[in-house]
Structures are given as structure tokens and as C-alpha cells.
């Protein structure tokens, strides 16, 4: 289950070299530079010595490295605020105003908040701790985290002891997953819950829900395919429409072994998964294929970043590319998709409609949703110009010839 290669990280202790086990789910390189710190590290020393590309192995309490976190995290902000955040905010204040915004600067703000916020996760991985075997941690008052991090990280070797070096911001990464996965996300419209795992995209934004309860279904509909089904959302919504057949598809393990999990739970035995690279094999030909693709067409600076970022649009156009030959004769395609790239001037609305067409497909209707997540409404992002404007849509194609 780890998606990580196995690599290690050494410091001194006691005039002694240790060793351990390196895991981050991020892909951060394993620390070259690591240096024991406790309860007496002061946040500025602390902070001062991140951005300096210094590791900081905690050995004091459990919880006080938590408020150092959310210190470090406070000294980023003011720090951005300062620099960055004043440029990027001048430029978007001159977007809302519709003044002499180049086409180039919209893009060039996304890209500098997706570099301010690695730049704001390499600092705060700085903060790393240790692991026994099974993932204990041996810090006062620390909490038992081992069930949280054998689901997110898969399981360690007991058998040669071996011990994990890991960043605290992992591990929280890791125990924030694990509430869900308890919890599970609530459905507005659906009257269910779903229930993420560690790296499954999760459907906080419900907008496209109802949009996909409401949309009428094609007059035949026995076989539906759903491809990227993450949490299993949508092959569940197509299940409960009362679809005979929905085979849904995803290649990341994790979302496999999540929209099982969520099927089972529900008892859904209409439902078959595959692992697959976009569209199912030995399967029949579908009455309607549903897609809901990663929506930014950018590069994924990580594996948690591939159902949010899709680079060059690789996996749309690869759906679309594909989707008619796996359909049924009357079938119908629905896809997915914000038109946040649009306004971000990372992808033109001809593009897309160009690769309609070069797939063979033409557009039968279209169903729009305005947004209402947090972000949507918040003026103080940079992007806010961009983002208050979104609009998400069910596109239903059908080949030209039907
Ligand atoms: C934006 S998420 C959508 C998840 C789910 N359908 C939903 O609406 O909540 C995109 C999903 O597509 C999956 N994915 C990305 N590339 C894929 C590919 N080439 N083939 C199959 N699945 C893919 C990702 O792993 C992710 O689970």
C-alpha cells in the first residue's frame, strides 16, 4: 500500500548516528540536515532555522509541537503578507477593477500562490518526528497515532523494527484523514454520507450533486461507466437513480479500496469496480459515461495533488478522446467540469470545445451550478476575481451522428 520508495534519514544523538525509515507523502526528499529540538525551541529560532533548509527532530511534548506548527504557520503568513501576498493582491485589486490586467497576469498569480504555498509546506515539514515500529510515538502526551498512519501509510515492517522519521505536518495530514474516514462527508441531496480515505479526493463541494440528481437520464440506461470515481460518489448516485449497472473505474489504489469501502457500506451490489487507466475492459458498451475530472489543468507538485491537478489536461482530453467508442448507440457522456480554468486563463472555452469535436462529440445541453464554497466568497484571496466567478456544469455530449 505505501506509494513511497523506501528511503532513510540519519542525525546524531548522544554522539551516536541513528537511522530511520524516511515517509512522505508529499515526495519531500529525505532531510539532510536534522538537529534535535524540545520544548525550549523558541518559534522565531525555529522558523529561522526551517527557512534556513535546517530539520528539527522534536523531543519534546506532543502538543507543544503542534502550537509550534501553528506558530511557524503564523510567521509564513506575515512574512507572505508582507512580500508576496502585497504584490499578488495589488495585481488582483487592479483584475477586480477591470484596469489594465494583462491576459498573462491571472495565470502568473495562480502560479505564484501554488509556489507560495509549496514553499509554505516545505517550511512547515521542517518539524519532523519519530515513530517506533507499529508507529508509536514515544513524545509526552502524544496521542496513539498508529491506526491513523497504518491506514494513511500502509504498514511498517514489525519484524526488523524498523522506526519512521516523518514530518508533523504528515502526521496530521494523517490524523485530519482519518476523522473523515470516521465521520465521512455528509451528502446534501443524497441523504448519505461518504466516507474518504487518506489521499481520496474528497466531495466537500457538493454543487454538481443535485446537478447530477436533477439531469434526466438517458431514456435506456442499464450500463453506466464512472470514470475517476474516488470516493464512489457519483456510481453511487447513478446506483440510487436506479441504473442496473455501473461499472466505475479509478487508477489510484487508494480510491479503489475507499469507493469499495463506500459501496459495501451501502450495500450497493449493482456496482463494479476496476482498476483502469480512464474506461473499463470486458465490459459492455455504456448507456451513459460519467466523468468528473481533476478540474485545474496543472502539474501536481504531489500524489495528493493528481485528482485536483491534471496536467495539460491529460485525463479530460484523454476522456473525451476515448468516450465515444464505449458508448452505446443513444448513450450519452457527462462531464464534470468548473470553468475555473477558464478564468484563471489556463484553458479557453474554444480549446475545450475544440476537443469536442475532435473526439467526435457534440454538446446535447449543458446544466450550470454557481459555487457557494468558502473560497468562492473570499475577497481577500488574490484570485478572487477568478473564483467568485466560477461556474460549474454538467456538459451532456453525444456523438455528432446520433
Ligand atoms: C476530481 S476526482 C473526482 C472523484 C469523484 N468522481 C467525485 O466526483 O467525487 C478525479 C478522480 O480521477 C482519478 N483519475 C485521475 N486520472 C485517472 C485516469 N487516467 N484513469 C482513471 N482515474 C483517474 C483520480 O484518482 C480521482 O479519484
Known sequence: MLAIEKQYVQWHENETLHHARWLSQSNQVPPTRIILVDDKMTADEAYRLACEGTSM???????????????????????????????????????????SVTPKEIPNLFHQQRQMQAQRSRILSRLLLELDA???????????????????????????????????RDLQGALGAEGWREKGVPITGL?????????????????Y??????????????VAFDIG????????????????????????????????DNFTRLDLSTVQLQQA???????????????????????????????????????????LQGAKQHLAKQ????LILSDLAEHLQLRSRDELLGWFVDSGLKVKYRLDTRPKHGRSQDNTDPLFAARSAEITSLWCLVPFDS
Not at 510515538?137 to 516523518?166: H, N, Y
Not at 448513450?331 to 457527462?334: A, K, S, T
Open 331 to 334: 448513450g450519452e457522456v457527462w
Open 57 to 99: 527532530l522534536w523531543h519534546g511534548d506532543f502538543h507543544n509541537a503542534r502550537q509550534l506548527l501553528q506558530a511557524l504557520g503564523r510567521r509564513i503568513d506575515r512574512t507572505n503578507e508582507r512580500s508576496e501576498q502585497r504584490k499578488l493582491k495589488k495585481a488582483a485589486n487592479k483584475s477586480a477593477a477591470n484596469k
Open 277 to 319: 487507466d480512464l474506461f473499463p475492459t470486458d465490459v459492455p458498451l455504456a448507456n451513459l459515461i460519467v466523468c468528473n475530472p481533476p478540474w485545474l489543468p496543472a502539474k501536481p507538485s504531489s500524489p495528493l495533488e493528481y485528482a485536483v491537478y491534471d496536467a495539460n489536461s491529460t485525463m479530460l482530453r484523454g476522456f
Open 191 to 207: 441523504g448519505l454520507s461518504v466516507f474518504p480515505h487518506y489521499g481520496v479526493f474528497a466531495p466537500t463541494r457538493h454543487e
Open 209 to 222: 450533486v443535485q446537478l447530477l440528481l436533477d439531469v434526466p437520464l438517458p431514456d435506456t440506461c442499464d
Open 134 to 168: 507499529g508507529y508509536i510515538s514515544q513524545l509526552r502526551r502524544a496521542p496513539d497515532v498508529s491506526a491513523a498512519c497504518t491506514a494513511a501509510f500502509g504498514k511498517l515492517d514489525k519484524a526488523i523494527d524498523e522506526t519512521c522519521v516523518l514530518s508533523f
Open 229 to 260: 470515481t474516488g470516493t464512489g460518489l457519483l456510481a453511487i448516485i447513478l446506483a440510487q437513480r436506479g441504473v442496473k449497472q455501473v461499472i466505475a473505474t479509478d487508477l489510484n489504489p487508494r480510491a479503489l479500496a475507499c469507493s469499495n
